[in-house]
């Protein structure tokens, strides 16, 4: 490129806020009002409103979630059990429930309820990073095929028995993560062109390794058939019987995964208007795709390795999120974190009290959700809405 042209798209995608201390992701000068990039949604009590009402609802779900189950408890007994487990304010609480109850709480539900919400807030973060990496309000975070590399591993693993175990993990979840992270290595390495990484390719590549790999769960599950109800079930996606362990295993991954997208806000603002404009701005696009990728890809494989494929979630948060704080992904995904948690365990208290006393897989109730949405979502493509 000449030393002209460079200077002529240097002037045309100059950051506003260059030599005046403003955010350099805010506005691009040069181009008609209107047409900066992602529009910001009204500021201040709009999105504070939907922050608060988030929490708000995130909190009391919680608080339902952990009283409400097979044996139901009283609300004001859940509080003072969660308030007297709390180091610093133990002393101020008399312990006058009975054991058992306790038990439960802490035991069982609490750290259920807990990895609902860490879980519901990685699909939904990385969903609305990969709709926004790929300019698709349609993209989910199995796009690229890892929940389908994840469903073979757990199949291989159901019917090998593996013995490893690994920080109180099993080998079911093990072999989730590793077939979940190997698809996506498979993916992006399938997807390069030289140095790059084209968008159109990452989504093919995807689809295509997807598909093989469900054929490849099809033909385990036809194989080891005295596994089945456990492969199916796992693959409706299931929080029933995970515990501190599930947890405290899944943690660090969907930290990191969740950390690292939401720091790329920006870059992912810059991205909306096409890896050339973005490229103008000074963001490394390839560098950023392949950062967004991995994290994205980290954060699913963790999910699914904890608590199966658990569809929806991932699609239907950040785009109802999106029409409320608008397309903006450094407001847009810490709030769909809070959403997607609010999701996740409000659909686990409806699978675990919906049928009494089993219970449902919560795939299947967020299916019940997405499924519908979904469609809708489809229709107004097809108006030319999206």
Same mark, same amino acid.
């Given at each position: 490129?000449?030393?002209?042209?460079?200077?002529?798209?240097?002037?045309?995608?100059?950051?506003?806020?260059?030599?005046?201390?403003?955010?350099?992701?805010?506005?691009?000068?040069?181009?008609?009002?209107?047409?900066?990039?992602?529009?910001?949604?009204?500021?201040?009590?709009?999105?504070?409103?939907?922050?608060?009402?988030?929490?708000?609802?995130?909190?009391?779900?919680?608080?339902?979630?952990?009283?409400?189950?097979?044996?139901?408890?009283?609300?004001?007994?859940?509080?003072?059990?969660?308030?007297?487990?709390?180091?610093?304010?133990?002393?101020?609480?008399?312990?006058?429930?009975?054991?058992?109850?306790?038990?439960?709480?802490?035991?069982?539900?609490?750290?259920?309820?807990?990895?609902?919400?860490?879980?519901?807030?990685?699909?939904?973060?990385?969903?609305?990073?990969?709709?926004?990496?790929?300019?698709?309000?349609?993209?989910?975070?199995?796009?690229?095929?890892?929940?389908?590399?994840?469903? #073979?591993? /757990? $199949? =291989?693993?159901?019917? *090998?028995?593996?013995?490893? %175990?690994? +920080?109180? !993990? @099993?080998?079911?979840?093990? &072999?989730?993560?590793?077939?979940?992270?190997?698809?996506?290595?498979?993916?992006?390495?399938?997807?390069?062109?030289?140095?790059?990484?084209?968008?159109?390719?990452?989504?093919?590549?995807?689809?295509?390794?997807?598909?093989?790999?469900?054929?490849?769960?099809?033909?385990?599950?036809?194989?080891?058939?005295?596994?089945?109800?456990?492969?199916?079930?796992?693959?409706?996606?299931?929080?029933?019987?995970?515990?501190?362990?599930? #947890?405290? /295993? $899944? =943690?660090?991954?969907? *930290?990191?995964?969740?950390? %690292?997208? +939401?720091? !790329? @806000?920006?870059?992912?603002? &810059?991205?909306?208007?096409?890896?050339?404009?973005?490229?103008?701005?000074?963001?490394?696009?390839?560098?950023?795709?392949?950062?967004?990728?991995?994290?994205?890809?980290?954060?699913?494989?963790?999910?699914?390795?904890?608590?199966?494929?658990?569809?929806?979630?991932?699609?239907?948060?950040?785009?109802?999120?999106?029409?409320?704080?608008?397309?903006?992904?450094?407001?847009?995904?810490?709030?769909?974190?809070?959403?997607?948690? #609010?999701?996740?365990?409000?659909?686990?208290?409806?699978?675990?009290?919906?049928?009494?006393?089993?219970?449902?897989?919560?795939?299947?109730?967020?299916?019940?959700?997405?499924?519908?949405?979904?469609?809708?979502?489809?229709?107004?493509?097809?108006?030319?809405?999206?």
């Amino acid at each position: 490129m000449t030393a002209r042209t460079g200077s002529a798209k240097a002037g045309r995608g100059t950051r506003a806020g260059t030599g005046d201390g403003r955010d350099p992701g805010a506005r691009v000068v040069g181009r008609r009002p209107g047409a900066e990039g992602p529009r910001a949604a009204p500021r201040g009590v709009g999105r504070g409103v939907v922050f608060a009402v988030l929490g708000l609802g995130l909190g009391l779900a919680g608080l339902l979630a952990v009283a409400l189950g097979s044996v139901s408890l009283p609300l004001d007994e859940v509080a003072r059990i969660l308030a007297h487990a709390v180091p610093g304010l133990g002393t101020a609480v008399t312990p006058d429930w009975p054991s058992s109850h306790e038990a439960i709480i802490l035991s069982l539900r609490l750290p259920r309820v807990l990895l609902a919400a860490t879980v519901g807030a990685a699909l939904a973060v990385a969903g609305g990073a990969f709709q926004g990496l790929f300019r698709n309000p349609m993209a989910d975070p199995y796009v690229i095929g890892v929940s389908s590399g994840a469903a #073979l591993g /757990a $199949a =291989l693993a159901f019917t *090998a028995h593996p013995s490893v %175990t690994l +920080l109180g !993990l @099993g080998g079911v979840p093990l &072999a989730a993560f590793a077939g979940a992270i190997g698809t996506a290595f498979v993916v992006y390495g399938l997807s390069r062109v030289g140095r790059s990484v084209p968008i159109g390719n990452l989504l093919l590549s995807g689809v295509a390794v997807g598909a093989l790999l469900s054929a490849l769960v099809s033909l385990v599950v036809v194989l080891g058939r005295k596994h089945l109800d456990e492969i199916v079930y796992w693959l409706m996606g299931s929080l029933a019987g995970r515990g501190w362990t599930h #947890l405290a /295993a $899944a =943690l660090p991954y969907l *930290a990191l995964g969740g950390a %690292t997208l +939401l720091l !790329l @806000g920006r870059d992912l603002n &810059a991205l909306l208007l096409g890896e050339e404009e973005a490229a103008h701005l000074g963001i490394p696009v390839e560098r950023t795709k392949k950062i967004i990728l991995a994290a994205g890809s980290l954060l699913t494989a963790a999910a699914v390795a904890t608590c199966g494929v658990v569809g929806f979630v991932g699609l239907i948060v950040p785009h109802i999120v999106r029409l409320l704080v608008g397309p903006d992904n450094r407001v847009l995904l810490p709030v769909s974190a809070l959403a997607g948690s #609010l999701l996740l365990i409000v659909a686990d208290l409806v699978a675990r009290v919906a049928v009494r006393p089993g219970e449902l897989p919560v795939g299947v109730v967020t299916a019940i959700i997405g499924g519908p949405f979904f469609l809708y979502l489809l229709r107004r493509s097809r108006s030319g809405v999206l």
